[in-house]
């Protein structure tokens, strides 16, 4: 279990930063993805989602992990619908 647990905070960790270098029209985002305890996190696929997309969740993500609920973690929902419509990067 308390690998699932690092890998979800994991997740949710590189949803919000980066370790990877992606343009974003003229831009460039950097930064550095990390678990809770600190420990880079490399081979995480990060996705920048608009923030309208984020506006229309239904509640804010969770750590608190239940079986069986369809939206326990609706950014995951969310990427696992839309996710090849945002721009992505792994991290090294």
Same mark, same amino acid.
């Given at each position: 279990?308390?690998?699932?647990?690092?890998?979800?905070?994991?997740?949710?960790?590189?949803?919000?930063?980066?370790?990877?270098?992606?343009?974003?029209?003229?831009?460039?985002?950097?930064?550095?993805?990390?678990?809770?305890?600190?420990? =880079?996190?490399?081979?995480?696929?990060?996705?920048?989602?608009? &923030? +309208?997309?984020?506006? $229309?969740?239904?509640? %804010?993500? @969770?750590?608190?992990?239940?079986?069986? =609920?369809?939206?326990?973690?609706?950014?995951?929902?969310?990427? &696992? +619908?839309?996710?090849? $419509?945002?721009?992505? %990067?792994? @991290?090294?």
């Amino acid at each position: 279990m308390a690998t699932i647990d690092r890998w979800v905070r994991a997740l949710t960790a590189a949803i919000l930063t980066m370790a990877v270098s992606v343009g974003v029209g003229a831009q460039t985002v950097q930064g550095t993805v990390k678990d809770r305890s600190g420990q =880079v996190v490399s081979g995480a696929t990060v996705y920048l989602v608009p &923030a +309208a997309d984020v506006a $229309k969740l239904a509640k %804010a993500p @969770t750590f608190q992990i239940r079986r069986n =609920v369809d939206d326990d973690e609706p950014m995951e929902d969310n990427i &696992a +619908a839309n996710g090849d $419509k945002y721009r992505q %990067a792994v @991290t090294g």
